[in-house]
């Protein structure tokens, strides 16, 4: 815990300071009996002086010294916070852990108790104890975490729900360990981040009631409260109002605090957070040249070159892509393989800029149908508008992996069609728009009956369909398919392989196919491309590559590979693991892992090598695989 | 839907039941006799005897339990010992006050909130966004209560420019247009503290939902369909964003009610905040009792509508 | 010689929730039927495949045999012994002997616990042996899967291995105890081809080398090839084909068979497939079927495959197929 919140500080200025700000409250509030202040309750100097250097504060109207009940009011600040929020939370450790873990009748009465005394409002409550109960400070606290703990309850059950599904729970259990053991040794030490961060917001809010209730004249009249202070000081707003503004700022201040520590520690815990919040710098467009358009079908469809794209990440830079270069013809079909963390789909996303906002295109051109869209790594621009902006739909279109959620899950299919057909053409009439949207689902295969679904009533493999129809709407030249089928079992998979095939045999579409699985790619295209680190290290025509393939990262891969066809063999594993792309291996990337390497392959980053028609590979010494 | 309706509105019974059982538990186990707790410490013999008689306090525990859920079941909620009026009528009469002046502030909170929230989401981590987010921090972690104060000396005090007490002026017009512009200056302080406090929640709120929806796949989508970036944040963004933020709507009611309570103890402002108050100061439990049950229905009915608006907005909730 | 593991008529059912109407009326509470009547052996030291796609059942079995789940019906005998009803120490001990191997190998182990400590763990939860034994012996299993030098990764966590690493751990970790069998739950679906290899080779000599049974769950048949040596196929809770693995890829007896080994997209040097062209929707889990569960999508059903359950049908030594016109099929 203490790691995160110094790794959280370190990132925010705002963190550092709010924790400086606790840190200082918590000495105060020890050490205010020993500081050289004023006695809080003496009612020694003149009434309503104000700010000034014998009493830095002002003096209220009796005549007591502002700055030191100030720092009085720190004590009951703090412990309220904590005193308060600590009961919520292991109330809320307990309850929250039973009502997940054991699940059931339980749970069932556990959590509607949460639900139910969620919506009480607590103030109100902890007003009427503290009316009917009196004004005692440890009323006040108790009453406050009464009311608070259903909240850190159902953080915990979520916690604990989510958990208890985690392999190593399972495995525990499987091991033979009782419940005790699970609960004490795995679930509750990993669960209980996200409750010490909302005892933070619990802290703040504690300090806040104790402050209300004080200011409506129920607070303990034995301590100094901040909130006291304020309540004294409304009556003596026109004749004194630094009795009120004072405490108030104090209030602020250290309520802001704890928020603050409460929000980085949630940013800390989440990963996902942190990578929202980072992000590259935009690099300026450039203008359209005269040579950039060219008409006419020489022009391939698609020619990278040198693409390189990098991440920003926790101030490092990553790149996924680095150097790429191909090109596609019309009506051409090219299979970009690799694992994950190889950079396939990132290239992907690069192609059609369309990258995560921390990622940057560092340098290379890429030109679609004839036209330049990006130059040195920059966005082309003509007339003020980003030509790639003007290409995307009508002549490239990108079919991502439907799991993933590519479809918004609050519209329906067909209103997400009818809206991307209208984004192109604005001119469409309401029947044109029905008519085209019938003809790709026809083509498809959906039925036209699935238009009102949302997403989730669709199965998997209709969703995938949907998204292949969304791409297919404005008849774009060239289509990326970026693991179309991945998540999908195997009868579905190949069906929907089956018509990506097809479609594009008949409409002549050019097509890349990014995947994972050799086998998806080795029916589906032409040509394949194997992605390692970022980089192409071998691009061949199909067969060549299933039967000739000179990179000794493409030979492993087969090699690795189990088949249902042809002759049972035993599969041949590639030591080491995957070259990081922080810091990727000096040399050839694949070098720490390949049977083949001689020193060359550790110093010096291989050459492209040309071996053939439409075939080369990054590689020192590229060739058939030799026995080992 | 009307089946999904029904049960809803039936799930609102155990909040009720639990919030009554609980101020019957509360009063039981408060120090000092039942009858005084609720009849005051100066009631007369009489009185003594009336609220003794009516609540049936020298019959067994548990049938007092009962008469008392069958009482606040048929809206009875007692009897002010202050004003010797029915408490349900003393809060309903102060309810258009309050509900002036909470609707007023939670609609212009939530909006702004929400579209201030999604325009700095556009660029997480940028300046604009840290300096935005800390700021909305730094405005609901203040005391409502003291920003309150705050702008009485500024506006009133120092400024003199608009009124701070009340909700309208002692010799202002009593009707037509005349009226609803007096009490339009009335409600800006106010509102002003009100909305300010709770603003701050919704940017932030509003900000980190947007952040994450922006960063799904469905998005991806959109943008290389060639939707124009601002399309894709109010059109589809928000939409989507829009869910965890009625979800909080309906769950925070309750801090915007305690917010409301202590703002109109600041203004003077004839609502339940300023009965709850004068019924503290004359501590007078059955008003503070029949508030806090009266507020704990509202809530639990406000949940209800969010749950109804999030059902509508979202087609994965099932209605059934 | 009586199997190691006999599974037979096992059956779970889940009940569905009912609406409080339908409660109040009576309805019988809908059951999905997750594993319908399942019966199969595995020998000592044996490795079978369980091969199946989302939804047929392969993973429930899994959790039947290692007791984190309970059948609804049918037995479990280990080594003679019937283990469905086994609780408190009678079924401890059985955990000793049965371990699991998990599909997420980043969800395997507790991030807080170092790699020495979650591979002694179930050593601790058995009480075997002293704290100095315990730790021996984890250090000998880290170096039997290769996790060299054993020193750097003991004291490691987590989140400083590889998914491949991980996953060498997990096994680790459910053969420290020394189990005659292991379920192994997709253990390498999530790992990329080149890690892959390295796992399925070790678990294989692993195997070998301890004389381990297996009950090996995957949905990716051509990793059921590489594994196994026993092949049963999965369809909606039922096994509608069991042989040995060469016969059953190569001449499958079940239309489902045929059709899951013709999907399998590989890189077929000079000839081009038939697609598959999958007919219908599969038939529902709710509902016991009337005839075959594979009828309403077969490309061969024929009448009486509609109102007839088929038999299980011998097609050689081993190899049974539940199709009424299983030996048309096998011979192609």
């Not at chain 3, 999905?32 to 392969?58: M, N």
């Not at chain 3, 697609?275 to 594979?294: I, Q, W």
Request: a neutral charge; charged letters at 15%.
């Amino acid at each position: 815990m203490s790691a995160l919140l110094l790794a959280a500080i370190r990132s925010r200025a705002a963190l550092g300071a709010s924790v400086a700000v606790i840190l200082l409250a918590a000495v105060l509030a020890v050490l205010a009996p020993y500081l050289p202040l004023a006695d809080p309750d003496a009612m020694i100097a003149v009434p309503y002086s104000p700010p000034g250097a014998e009493h830095w504060l002002g003096t209220d109207n009796f005549g007591r010294d502002i700055f030191a009940r100030i720092v009085w009011g720190t004590r009951l600040a703090l412990t309220v916070a904590i005193v308060s929020s600590a009961i919520a939370s292991l109330l809320g450790i307990v309850m929250g852990s039973i009502a997940g873990y054991f699940g059931g009748p339980v749970d069932a009465v556990l959590s509607r108790t949460f639900d139910v005394f969620l919506l009480i409002p607590s103030f109100f409550l902890v007003l009427l104890i503290v009316a009917l109960f009196g004004s005692h400070i440890g009323y006040t606290m108790v009453a406050i975490a009464l009311t608070t703990w259903p909240r850190s309850a159902r953080i915990m059950r979520a916690q604990v729900l989510s958990l208890k599904s985690r392999v190593y729970v399972q495995a525990a259990r499987a091991a033979g360990a009782s419940h005790t053991h699970t609960l004490v040794r795995h679930i509750v030490p990993n669960g209980i981040a996200p409750i010490v961060t909302d005892a933070t917001i619990l802290m703040g809010l504690a300090i806040l009631t104790e402050a209300g209730l004080s200011f409506l004249g129920l607070g303990d009249q034995n301590v100094v409260s901040w909130g006291r202070m304020i309540f004294e000081g409304q009556r003596q707003l026109r004749l004194a109002p630094w009795m009120s503004i004072f405490p108030g700022l104090s209030l602020l201040v250290l309520v802001a605090a704890f928020n603050l520590v409460g929000d980085g520690l949630n940013q800390a815990l989440s990963p996902q957070l942190r990578r929202l919040a980072a992000r590259a710098t935009p690099r300026k467009p450039v203008a359209a040249e005269p040579g950039d358009s060219v008409t006419g079908t020489d022009a391939p469809m698609l020619e990278a070159r040198g693409l390189t794209l990098a991440y920003a990440l926790d101030g490092k830079m990553l790149r996924a892509v680095d150097g790429v270069s191909f090109s596609l013809p019309r009506g051409g079909s090219l299979g970009i393989v690799g694992e994950s963390g190889c950079g396939k789909s990132s290239l992907g996303a690069a192609l059609l800029q369309v990258m995560a906002p921390n990622a940057t295109l560092e340098s290379g051109d890429v030109s679609i149908d004839g036209r330049t869209v990006l130059r040195d790594g920059r966005v082309v621009q003509a007339n003020g508008r980003d030509v790639i902006a003007d290409m995307r739909w009508t002549s490239v279109s990108i079919i991502f992996q439907s799991a993933m959620n590519a479809l918004n899950p609050v519209m329906t299919v067909g209103r997400q069609l009818a809206e991307a057909y209208r984004l192109h053409k604005p001119a469409a009439t309401q029947a044109q728009v029905d008519g085209r949207i019938a003809e790709v689902f026809d083509l498809i295969g959906i039925p036209r009956s699935r238009l009102p679904a949302y997403p989730h009533e669709l199965s998997g493999g209709m969703r995938q369909r949907v998204m292949i129809a969304l791409s297919l709407l404005h008849s774009p030249g060239l289509v990326i398919a970026d693991e179309p089928t991945t998540a999908l079992d195997v009868l579905v998979q190949d069906q929907i392989l089956g018509e990506i095939d097809d479609l594009r045999r008949r409409m002549r579409l050019s097509l890349i196919l990014i995947s994972h699985d050799m086998g998806a790619v080795a029916e589906t295209c032409e040509r394949v491309a194997v992605m390692y680190a970022g980089e192409i290290v071998e691009i061949a025509p199909t067969d060549v590559i299933f039967e000739g393939a000179s990179h000794p990262y493409t030979q492993a891969l087969l090699a690795a590979l189990p088949t249902v066809t042809g002759p049972r063999r035993e599969l041949v594993s590639i030591p080491g693991e995957t070259a990081s792309l922080v810091n990727p291996p000096a040399g050839c990337r694949f070098s720490p892992r390949c049977t083949r390497a001689q020193d060359v392959c550790r110093s010096t980053p291989p050459p492209r090598v040309a071996l053939g028609p439409a075939h080369d590979a990054l590689c020192h010494f590229p060739g058939p695989e030799r026995a080992s | 839907m009307r089946r999904y309706l029904l049960l809803r509105v039936f799930q609102l019974v155990p909040v009720t039941l639990v919030v009554i059982v609980l101020n019957f538990l509360l009063v039981h186990l408060a120090p000092g006799d039942v009858s005084i707790v609720l009849a005051g410490d100066n009631a007369d013999p009489a009185y003594l005897a009336i609220i003794r008689e009516r609540y049936g306090l020298d019959r067994p525990f548990l049938e007092q339990l009962w008469r008392y859920l069958v009482q606040v079941g048929s809206g009875d909620l007692g009897v002010s010992f202050r004003s010797r009026e029915p408490v349900f009528a003393e809060i309903m009469s102060r309810v258009p006050a309050t509900l002036l002046l909470v609707g007023t502030s939670l609609v212009i909170s939530v909006v702004l909130g929400t579209l201030v929230g999604a325009w700095i989401a556009r660029r997480p981590g940028s300046a604009l966004d840290s300096s935005v987010s800390a700021l909305a921090v730094a405005l609901f972690s203040m005391p409502v209560f003291w920003l309150g104060l705050m702008l009485v000396l500024l506006f009133a005090v120092e400024l003199q420019v608009l009124p701070a007490m009340g909700m309208a002026s002692v010799d202002g017009p009593r009707d037509g247009v005349g009226r609803v512009l007096d009490v339009a200056q009335h409600m800006i302080l106010p509102v002003l503290a009100l909305t300010t406090v709770s603003f701050g929640q919704y940017v932030r709120l509003s900000r980190s939902a947007v952040a994450e929806v922006m960063s799904e796949s469905y998005i991806t989508t959109v943008r290389a369909i060639g939707f124009p970036e601002r399309t894709i944040l109010m059109h589809y963004a928000l939409r989507n964003a829009l869910l965890p933020v009625v979800t909080v709507l309906g769950l925070q009611l309750g801090l915007v009610l305690t917010g409301a309570v202590l703002t109109e103890t600041v203004f003077s402002w004839p609502g339940l905040g300023r009965l709850i108050y004068d019924a503290i100061l004359a501590r007078d439990t059955p008003i503070i009792m029949g508030a806090f049950i009266a507020m704990s229905v509202t809530v639990a009915f406000a949940s209800l509508l969010t749950d109804l608006v999030y059902a509508a907005l979202d087609p994965r909730v099932k209605l059934t | 010689m009586t199997a190691l593991l006999q599974l037979s008529g096992l059956t779970k059912h889940y009940a569905l929730r009912r609406g409080a109407l339908d409660a109040l009326l009576g309805r019988p509470a809908p059951a999905l039927r997750a594993v319908d009547d399942v019966t199969l052996d595995l020998g000592a030291g044996e490795i079978v495949a369980i091969v199946g796609e989302s939804g047929s059942g392969k993973t429930t079995t899994g959790k039947l045999v290692t007791v984190q789940e309970r059948p609804t019906a049918g037995s479990i005998r280990f080594e003679g012994r019937e283990i469905a009803g086994l609780a408190g120490q009678a079924l401890t001990d059985y955990r000793r002997h049965v371990q699991m191997i998990f599909q997420n190998p980043y969800e395997a182990l507790d991030p807080r616990y170092t790699i020495a400590r979650s591979v002694m763990e179930p050593l601790v939860i058995h009480g075997i042996g002293s704290a100095g034994e315990q730790r021996d012996a984890a250090h000998a299993m880290l170096e039997k899967v290769d996790l060299r030098p054993v020193s750097r990764f003991a004291d490691a966590y987590p989140a400083d291995l590889s998914g491949g690493q991980l996953q060498r751990v997990a096994i680790a970790r459910a053969l420290v105890l020394r189990p005659r069998l292991v379920v192994a739950d997709e253990p390498v679906s999530m790992l990329d081809v080149s890690v892959r290899a390295g796992i399925m080779n070790l678990m294989l000599s692993l195997s070998g080398e301890l004389g381990l049974a297996s009950l090996y769950i995957t949905h990716d048949l051509a990793v059921a090839r590489a594994m196994s040596t026993r092949i049963a196929v999965m369809y909606l809770g039922a096994i509608v084909e069991e042989g040995p693995t060469e016969t059953l890829v190569s001449r499958a007896a079940h239309p489902y068979t045929r059709l899951l080994v013709g999907a399998v997209p590989e890189h077929r040097p000079g000839m081009r497939r038939e697609r598959v062209r999958l007919k219908g929707e599969a038939a529902s889990l709710t509902a016991a079927p009337a005839g075959c569960r594979f009828a309403a999508r077969c490309p061969r059903a024929q009448p009486v495959c509609l109102d007839t359950p088929p038999p299980r049908v011998a097609v050689a030594g081993g190899h049974w197929s539940a199709c009424h016109f299983a030996a048309e099929v096998a011979s192609g």
